[in-house]
């Protein structure tokens, strides 16, 4: 069975930063684009960033570019997203994602 099972989230000021882990099993991890999707109250999901399987590439949404960073640890099946100078708007349910596979989310709040 595959499972996706984000952790980190939280209530984070304005203009901190934060760290999402995503940890996967029953899947072969090192063969698989993975990304970071969110969805906002009242919105539809976003796609935010991916990662080649080998972590050689990596790509941004706009909204994020410059502020966020996704990496990976095949030997640890593990997916990051390092969050800086966060704003309101990333308030949001963040997923790790594979094309076929979803997590349950992890919530990320931006409150003062």
């Known amino acids: 069975e595959v499972q996706l099972a984000e952790s980190g989230g939280g209530t984070v000021q304005p203009g901190g930063s934060q760290r999402l882990t995503c940890s996967a099993s029953g899947l072969a991890f090192s063969t698989y684009n993975m990304s970071w999707v969110r969805q906002a109250p009242g919105k539809g999901p976003e796609w935010i960033a991916a990662?080649?399987?080998?972590?050689?590439?990596?790509y941004y949404a706009d909204s994020v570019k410059g502020r966020f960073t996704i990496s990976r640890d095949n030997g640890k099946n593990t997916l990051y997203l390092q969050m800086n100078n966060v704003k309101a708007e990333d308030t949001a349910l963040y997923y790790c994602?594979?094309?076929?596979?979803w997590g349950q989310g992890t919530q990320v709040t931006v409150s003062s």
């Open positions: 994602a594979t094309v076929v596979y």
């Open positions: 990662i080649k399987p080998d972590g050689s590439m990596t």
